[in-house]
């Protein structure tokens, strides 16, 4: 599982990662030596969790397929959990919710582990979507019924749908690319995680306008287009571990990191409507799975599907 | 031999639940009022869920959850084995019996005698499960009893959030959604408070914990 282009991605991100917590560090000693300055403090804890997240990912890599099908089906468990805590449920929806930890979620996994193509690209969108509210419908409770139904739905659909698109990139077919399709996962989370830190780091130094007042006072234009620039820059100088040519692994990064910015606005949405910060509290400084992983659950579908139509053969 | 495997049993029991209180509900504490230092308490919280106790008791340091003993009653865990195993020697639980006309001893003297011995306690002032509408079933008097016994002891509000969904009344498999358990500032009975209330005061300061997104 492990190719040459792959220990250069992760000795990359290692690097950075050093750099970032020896800056962090000494920020730390001047500002906040004794803990006292949230800000550091967030920091230390956001750099901390990103090599505990590396570190994750890469063990899933050396354990090759079977190891991201579970990294990510935990994942998806974890980010079902917060989306689910969080949506308009009753005592009559007991049994569909049960249903989509410990059915509908395994077996979309296990679909795909299968390399049931024509399985795990329909499953929840048609199976799931018809049967799961005959389930809710049977225990005969008819408030809110529409809502309950379509926030569960919703839920499975970003939580467990979309987040499998990650892993479903090792099935790929490339011609020429042969044994190294981790590569593309890791490119994926790697272009997409960079715009989301390089659009904080821009939005942070020349911010100004806000692209959704209303939704979150954190992105900005000058952000947005700093951030995905610097991401699609950095993505396009690596298109040679890619099956892209220089401009085509461009047009994916753009594509990436702007599907991954909708993410972040779309979660945000739901978060405001529901009154709440994070999604979770589970990974320190970041919040929860959610809040990390949704730009990368949204720009995964779109990834594999223009890969799959232009570059595969299955 | 026997007594040191029956112990060992009972560790390993009691780690195992709890483990499964954390994957089930990636329990959160929000220390509110109060931090979690070990510190003598009597933690009263509301009580929907057999669930209850063990989630608070997971969502102590383990330092704290040692000396920490739930009250729990004797009626319901001393009619099977298991459960008394559990009830017993997992949880090390203050068994009171609920029944006046049963019982032999006197549950508030029985709390106070473990709090006497140093231990913390977890107490259901509702007396029962509340499956009803209301978010609180009226106190029963044993906290203030307790408060008026051990006036120098820290009485702690915890709102256990959630777990009524995880685990409803009559379900057998839980849905693994996240518990959030807000524990607020300590109250004392003060000189002259009358038993209603005392009871009234407890009951407000547990009902403001209660997290406005969920319910």
């Not at chain 1, 492990?2 to 250069?8: D, M, Q, R, V, Y």
């Not at chain 1, 290692?14 to 500002?31: M, P």
């Not at chain 2, 459960?83 to 020697?89: D, H, K, N, Y």
């Not at chain 2, 709090?115 to 509408?133: V, Y």
């Amino acid at each position: 599982m492990t190719s040459p282009h792959l220990l250069w991605l992760l000795s990359g991100v290692g690097t950075i990662l050093i750099v970032a917590s020896i800056i962090g560090e000494i920020l730390r000693l001047r500002l906040s030596p004794a803990g006292e300055n949230p800000v550091i403090e967030n920091l230390t804890a956001r750099i901390n969790a990103w090599w505990v997240m590396v570190i994750c990912l890469a063990l899933a890599f050396i354990a090759g397929k079977p190891g991201v099908v579970l990294l990510f089906a935990l994942c998806s468990f974890a980010a079902l959990r917060e989306f689910l805590t969080l949506t308009t449920h009753n005592r009559a929806d007991h049994w569909s919710l049960v249903a989509c930890f410990f059915l509908i979620l395994p077996l979309q996994y296990w679909f795909l582990a299968t390399d049931w193509y024509g399985m795990y690209s329909i499953f929840i969108p048609v199976y799931a979507f018809l049967l799961l509210p005959v389930v809710s419908a049977l225990r005969g409770s008819t408030k809110d019924f529409l809502i309950r139904v379509s926030e569960t739905q919703w839920a499975l659909m970003i939580c467990v749908y979309c987040a499998s698109h990650v892993p479903a990139l090792l099935y790929l077919q490339i011609p020429g690319f042969e044994g190294r399709n981790v590569i593309l996962i890791a490119y994926l989370i790697f272009v997409v995680q960079l715009s989301d830190v390089m659009q904080y780091v821009w939005g942070k130094l020349v911010g100004r306008t806000k692209v959704a007042p209303n939704l979150s006072p954190s992105k900005t234009w000058e952000g947005l287009i700093g951030g995905a620039l610097t991401a699609s820059a950095v993505g396009t100088a690596l298109w040679w571990m890619t099956p892209f040519s220089p401009l085509q692994a461009a047009g994916m990064c753009l594509l990436i990191t702007l599907m991954g910015f909708f993410g972040g606005l779309v979660m945000s949405a739901i978060k405001r409507d529901r009154g709440i910060k994070d999604w979770g509290h589970l990974i320190a400084g970041h919040g929860g799975f959610l809040d990390r992983l949704d730009s990368v659950i949204f720009a995964a579908p779109i990834f594999f599907h223009v890969t799959r139509w232009v570059w595969s053969t299955t | 031999m026997i007594p040191a495997l029956r112990a060992f049993a009972a560790r390993v029991t009691g780690q195992a639940i709890s483990t499964f209180a954390r994957f089930m509900t990636a329990p959160r504490a929000i220390w509110q009022g109060i931090e979690p230092v070990p510190h003598q308490r009597v933690y009263f919280a509301n009580h929907s869920s057999n669930g209850d106790f063990v989630l608070l008791w997971t969502a102590l340091p383990a330092p704290l959850r040692r000396q920490t003993r739930p009250v729990a009653a004797l009626d319901y865990w001393l009619t099977s084995p298991i459960r008394a195993f559990i009830g017993r020697e997992v949880f090390n639980a203050v068994l009171i019996d609920r029944r006046p006309e049963a019982r032999t001893e006197d549950p508030v003297a029985q709390m106070a005698a473990a709090l006497d011995q140093g231990s913390s306690l977890i107490l259901f002032p509702e007396g029962q499960r509340n499956s009803s509408d209301a978010p609180l079933l009226p106190f029963k008097s044993g906290l203030y009893h307790l408060a008026k016994t051990r006036p120098g002891v820290d009485l702690v509000p915890v709102w256990i959030a959630n777990l009524n969904r995880v685990m409803p009344k009559g379900e057998i498999i839980p849905v693994p959604l996240i518990c959030t358990l807000t524990f607020g500032s300590p109250l004392h009975l003060t000189p002259d408070e009358s038993k209603d209330a005392f009871l009234a005061r407890a009951t407000q300061a547990l009902l403001a914990l209660k997290p406005q997104a969920l319910s």
